[in-house]
């Protein structure tokens, strides 16, 4: 079974754009979850979702957001991006809200 | 709320030789312990989880005890070898939460 994929897996990106990365869940997999990594931070939780729906929410500004799909896979938004946003983005998926798999992750570099 | 702490920091260790990770929570109703492995800029590689009903699991030379009454993990690795470098974080999750992560203990086996 492939594990969780996503793209793209770095990007650089300039203050005050937005971004968009997507991941995709190992097949079978409903919840999808997504994760801010920072050296300073370590690992935050920004949002999970099950069944195209939201189902928790960390504490981020609302310039962060995303969406699931009916097949599973996930996007992450965030606009006017700022010097903190640059960070490693990990994505995660459950079959069952029991183990979490986690993906390469994608490094956003704002500059 | 819960919070989860790991100890130490950093280990450096010489090859061949037993060592445990420890992680303690604050929330005792806790669900689900799973513990993850991390290279260097790369994603999480899910090592073992307890569930509540458990009090530990085993993989090769990784052995996980979980304490649900005493908020406490550890993380046994046998016979240490250079490969297994790397950061090691625990994350809790208490009821319908996402995972609470650790910040995570820098693992060097010295060959």
């Known amino acids: 079974k492939a594990g969780v994929t996503q793209t793209p897996r770095y990007l650089i990106k300039t203050r005050g754009q937005q971004v968009t990365l997507s991941c995709s869940p190992i097949s079978g997999h409903r919840s999808v979850s997504w994760y801010q990594q920072t050296p300073g931070q370590g690992l935050q939780f920004l949002f999970e979702?099950?069944?195209?729906?939201?189902?928790n929410k960390g504490n981020f500004p609302g310039r962060f957001s995303g969406r699931q799909f009916s097949n599973s896979r996930s996007e992450m938004n965030v606009s006017t991006l700022e010097l903190g946003d640059s960070a490693l983005y990990l994505c995660?998926?459950?079959?069952?809200?029991?183990?979490?798999?986690f993906g390469p992750g994608t490094r956003l570099t704002v500059l | 709320k819960q919070e989860v702490t790991q100890i130490p920091a950093a280990l450096s260790v010489p090859e061949g030789e037993n060592l445990v990770l420890n992680c303690s929570f604050t929330d005792s109703a806790i669900y689900n312990l799973q513990w993850f492995r991390q290279d260097p800029g790369k994603g999480l590689t899910s090592l073992l989880l307890?569930?509540?009903?458990?009090r530990e699991q085993t993989s090769g030379r990784l052995n996980a005890s979980l304490d649900k009454s005493s908020g406490r993990s550890t993380l046994y690795i046998a016979a240490s070898q250079p490969g297994d470098s790397a950061t090691y974080l625990c994350?809790?999750?208490?009821?319908?939460?996402?995972?609470?992560f650790g910040k995570g203990t820098r693992l060097s086996v010295i060959a």
């Open positions: 307890i569930q509540s009903s458990q």
């Open positions: 979702y099950f069944s195209e729906t939201q189902r």
């Open positions: 994350a809790g999750i208490s009821g319908n939460t996402p995972l609470v």
């Open positions: 995660a998926s459950s079959p069952d809200d029991n183990e979490q798999f």
